[in-house]
């Protein structure tokens, strides 16, 4: 079992944690992940606290809760990049993987918890998605998080 699998499924089912902020009010529907006969057994949504509200933007959780065998598809990983493109194109704003824990308004995307980020997307680019625990640790990671944190603070200033 890869580090990554073990950290995704670490207090029990396997469950992806794709989080997004934008400006768009209203969240994905439960069916809009089922996507090229692919999808998760369940879809939890949270809506996070009112203090990116400064930032005048809306911050969802979407928990994808998938059977453990699944996460080791040789497909999964472009399923997780198309669940990213989806929902940034939606938000109209940043998707993103982590793992549970990993959140805090001020520190996202941020050198601290940038080997915590396994996927993102910024709307109208590519998604990405690290599928090796090894990558997320990386100096060329850190920059590439980085990167995303110069979006979030043009597109979504204090």
């Known amino acids: ?21 934008g400006r768009v009010e209203s969240p994905l529907r439960e ?30 959780e979407y928990d994808l809760t998938f059977e453990e065998d699944r996460l080791d598809g040789p497909d999964f990983p472009a399923y997780l990049r198309e669940c990213l493109r989806k929902a940034s194109a ?3 704003g940043i998707a993103w993987l982590t793992f549970e824990g990993a959140f805090h308004f001020d520190h996202l995307f941020t050198d601290d918890i940038a080997d ?14 690290a599928w090796d625990r090894e990558l997320m640790k990386s100096d060329g ?11 979030l603070e ?3 200033p204090r």
């Open 90 to 92: 939606h938000a109209e």
């Open 116 to 129: 915590q980020i396994y996927g993102y997307c910024v709307a109208g680019d590519d998604p990405v998605v």
């Open 1 to 21: 079992m890869s580090s990554l699998k073990e950290a995704i499924t670490w207090s029990g089912p396997a469950v992806v944690i794709l989080f997004t902020i």
């Open 141 to 151: 990671w850190k920059r590439e998080i980085r990167e995303v944190r110069s979006v």
């Open 31 to 60: 069916g809009e992940f089922d996507m090229s006969g692919t999808g998760p057994d369940e879809v939890g949504l949270y809506e996070m606290s009112s203090e990116p509200r400064e930032r005048q933007a809306t911050v969802r």
């Open 154 to 156: 043009r597109d979504f």
